[in-house]
T-cell receptor, first 112, second 116 residues
Framework: DSGVTQTPKHLITATGQRVTLRCSPR?????VYWYQQSLDQGLQFLIQ???????AKGNILERFSAQQFPDLHSELNLSSLELGDSALYFC???????????FGSGTRLTVV | AQTVTQSQPEMSVQEAETVTLSCTYD???????LFWYKQPPSRQMILVIR??????QNATENRFSVNFQKAAKSFSLKISDSQLGDTAMYFC?????????????FGQGTILTVHP
């Protein structure tokens, strides 16, 4: 157990639907990052939150949004889902830049 | 923008032998951090080793070590005494520090297969 908890582990949904992915960071970590990993692809940075505030944005689609709550857990909302959104979505947390991330086990999203 | 390049899509090695995975990066920053992550078939992302750019000494973690060549912007990973459990995708990652707020840029990965 890495200390970063992601739920659900698997999600199957239809095109056009909306889903919410949840992440609880490791205790003491203020930064939360969301990454998307499509099949046989590298990891694409989506968005970062630090202590409740958005800090950096990557190639995140307008149909996607995220937030970090006062208890530091974060949610990634994906709407108007398309087949191409099928991917593994990782949440990671960190205490500072130099130590790297601790990753959750990911949410496997399948859009049918 | 920072880029990370892993030029070896796939590598294979015999058990107990040594293998080196390559990584190059491009940045204009002077202080930054470099990482190697392992992703086994379970798809879990595991931090293998990290290097701070201002430290000249190469990082070592048990059987894993890096060859950090700052001038050449090269950061290779050496795995000694390879084990079957080392079979995984390996990602090189870069953090520019400063105002990047910890965002990691990943390379495309190298699939490593360890054969018995």
């Amino acid at each position: 157990d890495s200390g970063v908890t992601q739920t659900p582990k698997h999600l199957i949904t239809a095109t056009g639907q909306r889903v919410t992915l949840r992440c609880s960071p490791r205790s003491g970590d203020l930064s939360v990052y969301w990454y998307q990993q499509s099949l046989d692809q590298g990891l694409q940075f989506l968005i970062q939150y630090y202590n409740g505030e958005e800090r950096a944005k990557g190639n995140i689609l307008e149909r996607f949004s995220a937030q970090q709550f006062p208890d530091l857990h974060s949610e990634l909302n994906l709407s108007s889902l398309e087949l191409g959104d099928s991917a593994l979505y990782f949440c990671a947390s960190s205490v500072d830049q130099g130590r790297g991330y601790t990753f959750g086990s990911g949410t496997r999203l399948t859009v049918v | 923008a920072q880029t990370v390049t892993q030029s070896q899509p796939e590598m294979s090695v015999q058990e107990a032998e040594t293998v080196t995975l390559s990584c190059t990066y491009d940045t204009s920053e002077s202080n930054y951090y470099l990482f190697w992550y392992k992703q086994p078939p379970s798809r879990q992302m595991i931090l293998v080793i990290r290097q701070e750019a201002y430290k000249q000494q190469n990082a070592t973690e048990n059987r894993f070590s890096v060859n950090f060549q700052k001038a050449a912007k090269s950061f290779s990973l050496k795995i000694s005494d390879s084990q079957l459990g080392d079979t995984a995708m390996y990602f090189c990652a870069f953090n520019a520090g400063g105002t990047s707020y910890g965002k990691l840029t990943f390379g495309q990965g190298t699939i490593l297969t360890v054969h018995p």
